[in-house]
């Protein structure tokens, strides 16, 4: 199961990193990476959703309809790449995955 | 091109004429014409928008939302029960900094049932986080169409932006009005560039959760942009009367008040029966004043208090009434005079509710009271002996 966020750490630099922050560092907006501003959140999760890059071609419907919106683009391919420490593992993204590039791996006993 | 138009069309013009990406509404009752108009002009090919007819108001706004967060430019419009119904959705739009234009017919709420116009529909909302504007005529009515998209999306406000005409007297009546060549509305409104929407270059998280610790930090912020929307809608008019040739005068109008003894402070459509008062009256030597209020979000409390600074009473009439208590307006004002430390003597003037007639004798008869010792809570129309108190 690939459960790692290689790049997870690289603009994230808030409540997950046990940062503060000054009221300066408030966006203006409410869009951002996922989880700004929370902590962590995906302990409720039974399943976890995994990303077959073969089969994913990055068309982001997966990202337009997460609840969590914790789907983002990787960088360097294009395809898609789900951040775990927010994914509450609801299904939503293999479900209406066009390519069925997204699996649904139970966790263990 | 000088033209004989309601309210509503009016208005309708001023939303076409900034190109809105976007406009979803609820067609039946409470609606007004206003989007029927804009739905004519997008079948005519007059405007290129996305017209969305939605099941509910509560779906308007939130379909007007969704839109907003991929960019484009929104637009809805409603009034009275409709605007209650939006009330879930208006904090989701300012909250999350989605500059949505609506405009909100004023009509009375029920019970007893009845459409005629009343501003009880939005001063009860006027804690939802929206900019709020009180217009006088179509003209007006028109030319803010602009000046709202201006002002709410703005780096620097981020807003959305309620535009209020009083229902019937403003929206239905019919007025000449001046609809500007598309090449000036261009020239004055840029078009809305936003980071705050869904992103395929650089997906995001919409509309996000946010912990305790922080979140009050937002609201923070949300504060602080409303009250920059001050500097921004001064900016917004000058702007507009450079390019239009037609002066607004920003968050209030002094009318007559630098001398004046005994002023009456209003909000929309009546200000033009008191203003005429006003003029009466002092040709019969009365130092007579009218303040009106244009935005009672955000709240000129600065503009207000130096307005009435030196006044010997102030008697403010408006068409909202927070039972258990006094009329909205007042308490505003009010609060505004005691933060600037100015002891006016004040009553305030309760008319017009579901729609009742405000006329001329009562406008004379109000700054007649405020000359002695009245009562501090007054309904037009009721007798003194009426009140329990």
């Known amino acids: ?109 | 091109m000088r033209t004989f138009i309601s309210g509503n069309e009016a208005l309708a013009h001023g939303i076409r004429l900034a190109r809105p990406h976007v406009i979803s509404a609820y067609p039946i009752t409470p609606q007004t014409t206003v989007v029927e108009h804009l739905s004519s002009m997008c079948s005519a090919g007059k405007l290129t928008a996305e017209f969305v007819h939605v099941e509910s108001e509560h779906s308007a706004l939130s379909c007007a939302i969704g839109a907003s967060a991929t960019g484009a430019r929104t637009f809805t419009a409603t009034s009275s029960q409709g605007l209650l119904y939006m009330a879930e959705c208006l904090h989701y739009a300012a909250g999350g900094r989605f500059p949505v234009v609506m405009m909100n017919a004023n009509r009375s709420t029920a019970l007893p049932w009845n459409i005629y116009g009343d501003q009880r529909d939005s001063m009860g909302l006027l804690d939802q986080g929206w900019i709020q504007l009180y217009v006088e005529n179509a003209q007006e009515a028109l030319d803010m169409s602009l000046v709202a998209y201006r002002v709410a999306e703005d780096s620097r406000v981020l807003t959305p932006f309620m535009i209020n005409m009083d229902g019937f007297v403003l929206t239905h009546t019919y007025e000449v009005v001046d609809i500007p060549d598309q090449e000036l509305a261009d020239r004055f409104l840029p078009s809305y560039v936003t980071d705050n929407r869904f992103d395929f270059d650089s997906p995001k998280s919409m509309a996000f959760s946010v912990g305790p610790e922080q979140n009050f930090r937002f609201k923070f912020r949300e504060h602080q942009a409303m009250n920059r929307a001050k500097k921004v809608i001064a900016e917004a008019e000058k702007s507009f009367a450079e390019v239009f040739g037609r002066q607004y005068t920003g968050l209030v109008e002094n009318y007559r008040c630098d001398d004046a003894e005994y002023v009456i402070v209003t909000i929309g459509s009546v200000s033009g029966l008191v203003r005429s008062v006003v003029d009466e009256l002092r040709r019969d030597g009365v130092a007579a004043g009218l303040l009106k209020i244009r935005y009672m979000r955000p709240f000129p409390d600065a503009e207000i208090a130096e307005i009435l600074r030196g006044v010997k009473a102030v008697g403010v009439l408006e068409k909202d009434i927070s039972f258990g208590y006094e009329g909205t307006v007042f308490t505003n004002v009010n609060s505004a005079l005691q933060v600037a430390g100015l002891s006016v003597r004040t009553s305030n003037f309760i008319g017009g509710l579901g729609g009742a007639d405000i006329s001329r004798e009562q406008i004379r008869d109000i700054f007649q009271s405020l000359e002695s010792d009245g009562r501090r809570l007054n309904f037009l129309g009721i007798n003194r002996e009426e009140y329990d108190d």
């Open chain 1, 1 to 109: 199961m690939s459960g790692k966020n290689d790049e997870k750490v690289r603009t994230i630099p808030f409540v997950r990193q046990g940062k503060k922050l000054t009221v300066g560092e408030i966006p203006e907006i409410t869009a951002y990476e996922a989880g700004f501003l929370t902590v962590t959140n995906a302990s409720w999760r039974t399943e976890t959703p995994v990303c077959d890059r073969n089969r994913c071609n990055g068309c982001l419907n997966c990202y337009l309809y997460c609840p969590e919106g914790c789907v983002y683009r990787d960088g360097k391919t294009g395809k898609i790449d789900i951040d775990y420490d927010f994914c509450k593992g609801c299904g939503i993204c293999a479900k209406l995955c066009r390519k069925g590039a997204i699996i649904m791996e139970k966790h263990g006993k």
